[in-house]
């Protein structure tokens, strides 16, 4: 068992930048491939990033390529997501995830444990 939850979303201005904490507390993130999700107003939750349980490989979805970096401190059982160039289409409910599949699995049925979630707002 796992817990996580997210931290560090709100109100930003578009062209800002957010940084999102997910802290696990239970099982340690080394043994997880862990991933953010995101959920906006009347869409279906959509992959944003994952992360290797080394934390050595990274895999993006296009939209966020770029501006967007995923980071585990194992230390810390905490990953990040650092978010910049930050766009209106990017406001919704972020979640961390934890799962076993592989950084490629974009599917949120590959993970077992998930977060709470933290509302960003991206403003013009």
């Known amino acids: 068992q796992v817990q996580l939850v997210e931290s560090g979303g709100g109100l930003v201005q578009a062209g800002g930048s957010l940084r999102l904490s997910c802290a696990a507390s239970g099982r340690t993130f080394s043994t997880y491939t862990m991933g953010w999700f995101r959920r906006a107003p009347g869409k279906e939750r959509e992959f944003v990033a994952s992360?290797?349980?080394?934390?050595?490989?990274?895999n993006y979805a296009d939209s966020v390529k770029e501006r967007f970096t995923v980071s585990i401190d194992n230390a810390k059982n905490t990953m990040y997501l650092q978010m910049n160039s930050l766009k209106r289409e990017d406001t919704a409910v972020y979640y961390c995830?934890?799962?076993?599949?592989?950084?490629?699995?974009?599917?949120?049925?590959?993970?077992?444990?998930w977060g709470q979630g933290t509302q960003v707002t991206v403003s013009s």
């Open positions: 992360i290797s349980r080394s934390g050595g490989y990274t």
């Open positions: 995830a934890a799962g076993s599949g592989t950084i490629y699995r974009t599917q949120g049925s590959s993970y077992y444990y």
